[in-house]
């Protein structure tokens, strides 16, 4: 329901736009008599008006906007002449408004469709044409959005949506919300069957900020792409703040604030580049193994740096990414949602050339404690590996959840649930390396052996205690004086990997240096792993409610 | 309990030989008597060295040779530095700050009692030239590996040693220094100095004020400015006027004598090329001298060595001026940090006869049996920005690191390896880079590429400017002076600069790299859903752009070999194309040349290291180079001046003031939360404007900690 109101705010908000929009020049005659043409010429002639979207002057303007047009986005994601046009002839059928005139007919409507390859793997793409009645949503545009989709859902392949729209096509009412929900459906039930990304390459505003955020990535493009439920001027009238198009909705807001977007580029060819690459880390389905590629870099490479990284002060920090970089193929590491919730670092890299999930705490940030956004962010994570049967292989180095009146009142109890969730449900290789500290819930939570990890290394400096020892010996010897003697006890007896390592609750104590090849043949071993989860319609995963600074 | 050297070693001479250049490559003549060290010769049990980095290093890998055992000292953050792994004990001496540990001499004593090590070797710097320390080391018996007190004090002082060695004969810088009557006066002072002559007023500091004088006419006018001058400004008339040395070298000479009263000299070394005084390229030997010159030299530092009844090895530095007149600048009373080149001409081990000497044993060689054999060369590899001055200090991790050891006659003297941190504590030199050659070229050459292969990621370092050096014309000529840097640079370094040749090899790597990238990304191993359709692709059409200037390229491919069209030249470029190795051997048109890729991104941002400089460069398809002038332009955002705290936490301490400069990544403050001390670092080197925390002080993330200018 909030979902529809926003779309009918959505609606006060665009109105200006799309009516400017076709209050624009009719760009080339497009009326023509059936008579004096010949069939041929006449597709022809619609073939070539499609290719030119809402006109030359559109085009120069959305250039001037600094974005590139909808087929220029397709041609430069897809391989060279691999792209496959479905729908080119379609238009909208809206005959109010004055919308059955000729000029406002476009062919293919306001958004390009079809299949094509990116490095020769199948892929469905939708691209939005700005140009075209500012890239509104209307019937038609949807169903050939559904089209795409339905097809990618038969064959197996991922979705690519390429989002430039204003909104909702306002002139065709309630067939525009009809469009959008049956996309909404789509993504639904396209979850976890195909990998579904977004990329906001322009406004995405009222009811369409759905699709994005159903999908499994959403990427944008800095200073020109838009997200969100209700634009500036409403909000001024609602709520009376004031706020800039950017601040509310933009990259930076997105990445960094909400969390609602996974990572930003430069611009349009920087996105479009990047997302081929990050495409190529991509299983096509959750049919298909986890990619691998050739690999150049020897699989037992040994890694001396590591044998240092960790600092001899467990107070002291160190850069996960470090840790990451050094140990993944080619020092080649994807990170997803760099610039939130820092203190966990997740991500795609490769192991001997396949594709994996990196999870990690990140010790250089609020100590890499787990909190609401650290753990949403990792679940999230988690979910899509194992849907798409990614190996998942964990850095720990975590001293407990953030405790405080912030997290509690935000709900860490449920959040915090999610992560929990996520690596105990997981059924792909699960490979967990305790780097450092891994204390109480936090141990548990991240991929430990008791939730079902294949395969889980401590690192000589690992401690696995319920917590640090300052605490721990304040409530043991409570009240009793020589407080230092037993905390030194307590270093002494869980500041190191041997509790954990006499229960068989990790596997092997490693050499660090080593950590690469020991993995690289873990994963080896367990590409054939089986297992499956008892049968349920869906499981019930602590979904729920808003995240921590609510208003009381 | 003496220990005895390996006599299996021993009979292989050469491969002592090959020992001082890293690896067994060299073969150079060593003489007869050379044999008789390896034969069971008793020295210590057990030696401490007091030093860190390279220098321990080196002096613990002769230990190992002579079967002597190994004591590190090192600092809290050094525990798990090379030279602690390397020694057979180790025993911390105190935190970071070198006053309290590697200076600590308290601490270095109660380390050489709890050990039981016999002799200390001090290695350079520190306590290396200390009295203090060599005394409290003869108070209890233990051997210092270095001269006796009385001659490191003699040869401390400036004033004295100069005396003593006027008094031994050695050349000094002519001069005058007191009230000069009048102009004829200060004309017959300038002749009994020699032209050229340099006058300036004595209580002027530095070289402010200073004439240079050719003639006696000039002599007459600098007298009449430098005179009024002294009174005006000073209120002191007295004026000083010296010889003045134009474009002076820095040469030195090794010396080496025993405790029965005998020394040689092992030639020289050329350190002439220097920034803010310290040196960046030692060569030995020098192109400059004549065998008598050097013989002369090397008896005058020989006799000066005599004079303070110096034993151990030494350093006689030298100031030569373009006649080849030489004069006496300093003597320094340890091992020198540019040793191994003397080491690599001579067939000596330097620290060997260190610590024979300082058991008594008297030298092993004469005079004659002094060879030069071949020509070495020496670069200072230092974690530094060479832009900035020729040289400001950078630190970081070593994320990636790879000496050029493949190479023969390359010897890397190094104390730090992959994962090391170069910290602000301690010096930011990486390594000591030697090459050998028969020739000073062929010397040179294996620099070349020696620099091309050493791999350093994670700090900057000055490669670049070491690699410009060696093939500067004028160093190559030997036509050099401690003016060098500032006079070849006048305006900074900048890096090399591209030939048109250099530019089209640059781009035609770029580009094939570029490609061979994009063909690797196609290949997904027994994936069957990969399409079959799709023609593998021939040839490119790309878009580099190089320093501003955009460039056109065809490429098309024959298995590895790519041929690159430029403005209708052709370049063929084959290669392994290893895209993990960080290390790109290329062959250029049949010209071998080895580059490194420092980066490469899915934009198509390539940096190139090619002949020690980092080139920036970006390969785009024509169809994404043709859209791209749609692209908004973006100022890029500064905020490398504001240091905001990235998480509520308590402010354990401030490590600078407003006013002070601070280096990129160099600490600013610490922030702890949650029991974690998180370390906030410069984003840029700058000058700090204002501090807005202090120690104690409770902040909330993104309070404002620093300003910096």
């Given at each position: 329901m909030a979902a529809l109101a926003a779309v009918r705010r959505c609606r006060v908000l665009l109105h200006g736009a799309v009516k400017s929009s076709f209050r624009g020049s009719p760009s080339q005659p497009r009326s023509y008599s059936a008579g004096r043409l010949s069939v041929q010429e006449r597709i022809e002639r619609k073939r070539q008006a499609a290719l030119v979207g809402g006109g030359q002057k559109r085009i120069d303007a959305q250039h001037g906007r600094g974005k590139l047009t909808a087929r220029e986005r397709v041609a430069l994601l897809l391989d060279p002449d691999s792209f496959v046009e479905y729908d080119?002839?379609?238009?909208?059928?809206?005959?109010?408004?004055?919308?059955?005139?000729?000029?406002?007919?476009?062919?293919?409507?306001?958004?390009?469709?079809?299949?094509?390859?990116?490095?020769?793997?199948?892929?469905?793409?939708?691209?939005?044409?700005?140009t075209v009645f500012g890239g509104s949503l209307s019937g038609a545009h949807a169903q050939?959005?559904?089209?795409?989709?339905?097809?990618?859902?038969?064959?197996?392949?991922?979705?690519?949506?390429?989002?430039?729209?204003?909104?909702?096509?306002?002139?065709?009412?309630?067939?525009?919300?009809?469009?959008?929900?049956?996309?909404?459906?789509?993504?639904?039930?396209?979850?976890?069957?195909?990998?579904?990304?977004?990329?906001?390459?322009?406004?995405?505003?009222?009811?369409?900020?759905?699709?994005?955020?159903?999908?499994?990535?959403?990427?944008?493009?800095?200073d020109t792409s838009y997200l969100f439920i209700t634009g500036p001027d409403v909000v001024k009238s609602v709520t009376n703040e004031d706020v800039t198009q950017e601040e509310l909705g933009g990259a930076k807001t997105h990445t960094a604030v909400s969390g609602v977007a996974h990572k930003a580029f430069e611009n349009d060819i920087d996105a479009l580049l990047n997302l081929r690459e990050f495409f190529n880390f991509l299983p096509l389905s959750n049919k298909d193994p986890s990619p691998v590629t050739e690999c150049h870099d020897p699989s037992d490479r040994l890694?001396?740096?590591?044998?240092?990284?960790?600092?001899?002060?467990?107070?002291?920090?160190?850069?996960?990414?470090?840790?990451?970089?050094?140990?993944?193929?080619?020092?080649?590491?994807?990170?997803?949602?760099?610039?939130?919730?820092?203190?966990?670092?997740?991500?795609?890299?490769?192991?001997?050339?396949?594709?994996?999930?990196?999870?990690?705490?990140?010790?250089?940030?609020?100590?890499?404690?787990?909190?609401?956004?650290?753990?949403?962010?990792?679940?999230?994570?988690?979910?899509?590996?194992?849907?798409?049967?990614?190996?998942?292989?964990?850095?720990?180095?975590?001293?407990?959840?953030?405790?405080?009146?912030?997290?509690?009142y935000g709900g860490i109890i449920r959040h915090g649930a999610k992560l929990l969730y996520a690596f105990a449900e997981a059924t792909v290789p699960k490979i967990t390396i305790i780097t450092r500290k891994a204390y109480g819930g936090a141990y548990d939570v991240m991929s430990s052996k008791h939730l079902r990890g294949d395969v889980n290394y401590a690192w000589p400096s690992a401690e696995v205690a319920v917590m640090g020892a300052k605490g721990a010996v304040q409530i043991i010897f409570r009240g009793k004086n020589n407080q230092a003697d037993a905390e030194a006890e307590y270093v002494e007896k869980f500041a190191n990997p041997f509790p954990a390592a006499v229960r068989g609750f990790v596997d092997d104590i490693v050499?660090?240096?080593?950590?690469?090849?020991?993995?690289?043949r873990d994963l080896e071993v367990l590409a054939t792993k089986k297992q499956t989860n008892p049968w349920k319609k869906h499981a019930n995963v602590p979904l729920a409610g808003k995240k921590g600074r609510g208003r009381r | 309990n003496g220990s005895k050297w390996d006599l299996n070693l021993g009979l292989l001479v050469h491969r002592r030989v090959c020992y001082l250049l890293g690896s067994c490559h060299v073969v150079t003549t060593v003489f007869p008597s050379a044999l008789f060290s390896f034969l069971s010769v008793q020295t210590f049990d057990k030696i401490l060295i007091a030093n860190r980095g390279e220098i321990a290093c080196r002096v613990m890998k002769t230990c190992k040779k002579m079967g002597i055992k190994t004591v590190a000292v090192h600092s809290d953050v050094d525990a798990n530095a090379v030279h602690v792994?390397?020694?057979?004990?180790?025993?911390?001496?105190?935190?970071?700050?070198?006053?309290?540990?590697?200076?600590?001499?308290d601490a270095i004593m109660n380390a050489i009692r709890q050990t039981g090590a016999q002799a200390v070797h001090p290695g350079y710097g520190f306590l290396s030239e200390n009295k203090e320390f060599a005394k409290r080391l003869a108070a209890e018996g233990v051997s210092f590996i270095g001269p006796d007190t009385h001659a490191i004090q003699a040869m401390g002082d400036k004033i004295e040693s100069k005396l003593i060695a006027k008094a031994a004969k050695v050349n000094t810088i002519p001069g005058f220094d007191g009230v000069v009557k009048d102009a004829d006066e200060a004309v017959r002072i300038a002749n009994e100095i020699g032209y050229p002559v340099m006058i300036k007023a004595s209580a002027g500091g530095g070289g402010k004020g200073m004439r240079i004088a050719w003639n006696d006419e000039e002599t007459?006018?600098?007298?009449?400015?430098?005179?009024?001058?002294?009174?005006?400004?000073?209120?002191?008339?007295?004026?000083?006027?010296?010889?003045?040395?134009?474009?002076?070298?820095?040469?030195?000479?090794?010396?080496?004598?025993?405790?029965?009263?005998?020394?040689?000299?092992?030639?020289?070394?050329?350190?002439?090329?220097?920034?803010?005084?310290?040196?960046?390229?030692?060569?030995?030997?020098?192109?400059?001298?004549?065998?008598?010159?050097?013989?002369a030299m090397g008896e005058q530092a020989v006799s000066l060595a005599k004079a303070v009844n110096y034993s151990s090895a030494g350093t006689v530095e030298f100031l030569v001026d373009s006649r080849k007149n030489f004069y006496f600048l300093e003597m320094n009373t340890r091992l020198q940090v540019e040793h191994p080149i003397t080491e690599c001409i001579t067939g000596?081990?330097?620290?060997?006869?260190?610590?024979?000497?300082?058991?008594?044993f008297p030298l092993q060689h004469t005079q004659a049996e002094i060879p030069i054999n071949g020509w070495a060369i020496e670069s200072r590899v230092y974690a530094e920005d060479p832009y900035k001055s020729f040289g400001l200090p950078s630190i970081g991790r070593l994320s990636q690191y790879q000496e050029p050891l493949n190479l023969h006659n390359v010897r890397v003297d190094s104390g730090i390896e992959e994962g090391s941190d170069i910290s602000i504590y301690y010096d930011p030199m990486i390594s000591k880079l030697v090459t050998y050659g028969a020739t000073r070229a062929e010397a040179l050459k294996k620099m070349e590429d020696a620099l091309d292969n050493y791999v350093i990621r994670g700090v900057t370092h000055n490669i670049p400017l070491l690699r410009e050096i060696i093939v500067h014309p004028r160093f190559i000529s030997g036509d050099i002076s401690t003016k060098f840097l500032p006079e070849v640079y006048p305006e900074g370094f900048k890096g090399h600069q591209l030939t048109a040749t250099g530019r089209k090899e640059l781009l035609a790597t770029a580009a094939s790299l570029f490609v061979a990238a994009q063909l690797r990304a196609q290949k997904f191993l027994g994936d069957l859903r990969v399409s079959n359709t799709q023609q593998e692709r021939r040839s490119w059409e790309l878009c580099v752009e190089l320093e501003k200037g955009v460039h056109m390229l065809g490429v098309s491919r024959s298995g590895a070999t790519y041929t690159v069209e430029i403005d209708g030249d052709k370049l063929e470029v084959s290669s392994d194309w290893n895209l993990a190795s960080p290390l790109l051997t290329v062959t250029l048109n049949g010209i071998h040349r080895t580059l490194q890729c420092l980066s490469r991104n899915a934009a198509g941002e390539i940096s190139l290291q090619y002949l020690g400089t980092t080139f920036k460069l970006r390969v785009l398809s024509k169809l994404a180079a043709a859209l791209s002038v749609h692209m908004p332009e973006k100022v890029p955002e500064d905020t490398s001046s504001i240091l905001r705290s990235p998480m509520p936490g308590t402010v354990v301490a401030v490590s600078v003031k407003a006013g002070d400069t601070v280096a990129e990544g160099q600490e600013i403050c610490v922030i702890e939360a949650m029991k974690m001390q998180n370390s906030m670092t410069a984003a840029k080197t700058a000058k700090v404007r204002s501090v807005h925390c202090k120690p104690g002080e409770t902040v909330g993330e993104g309070d404002l900690l620093v300003e910096l200018e």
């Open positions: 080119a002839f379609v238009e909208h059928r809206c005959s109010d408004f004055g919308m059955e005139a000729d000029h406002n007919k476009f062919p293919g409507d306001s958004v390009v469709t079809g299949q094509g390859r990116i490095n020769g793997r199948l892929v469905y793409v939708f691209s939005q044409d700005f050939k959005i559904c089209k795409i989709m339905d097809q990618a859902m038969l064959v197996g392949a991922p979705v690519i949506g390429l989002n430039d729209s204003g909104g909702a096509r306002i002139q065709e009412g309630v067939e525009s919300l009809a469009g959008y929900a049956d996309i909404f459906l789509r993504n639904v039930m396209a979850s976890g069957v195909v990998p579904q990304i977004s990329l906001i390459m322009g406004p995405c505003a009222g009811g369409a900020v759905y699709s994005p955020a159903l999908t499994d990535f959403t990427f944008m493009v800095k890694v001396p740096g590591l044998d240092t990284l960790v600092p001899l002060e467990s107070t002291k920090a160190y850069d996960m990414l470090d840790v990451i970089h050094s140990i993944v193929d080619e020092r080649d590491f994807f990170e997803i949602m760099p610039n939130y919730a820092k203190n966990i670092v997740v991500g795609f890299a490769r192991m001997n050339g396949r594709t994996v999930g990196i999870v990690g705490n990140q010790p250089k940030v609020a100590s890499g404690c787990l909190d609401i956004n650290s753990s949403v962010k990792g679940a999230r994570f988690v979910r899509f590996c194992d849907a798409f049967n990614v190996p998942i292989i964990t850095f720990v180095d975590v001293p407990g959840f953030l405790p405080g009146t912030a997290q509690e050499v660090p240096s080593t950590t690469r090849r020991r993995i690289c | 792994k390397m020694a057979d004990e180790a025993v911390c001496v105190g935190p970071a700050p070198t006053s309290k540990s590697y200076l600590n001499m007459r006018e600098g007298f009449r400015f430098s005179s009024q001058e002294a009174a005006s400004s000073f209120g002191d008339d007295r004026l000083l006027i010296e010889k003045f040395i134009d474009n002076p070298r820095h040469i030195e000479i090794q010396v080496l004598a025993d405790k029965h009263g005998n020394a040689l000299w092992l030639n020289e070394r050329e350190c002439s090329i220097q920034r803010r005084n310290q040196k960046v390229v030692e060569e030995a030997p020098s192109t400059f001298l004549d065998p008598e010159t050097r013989r000596l081990d330097l620290v060997q006869q260190m610590i024979r000497i300082a058991k008594g």
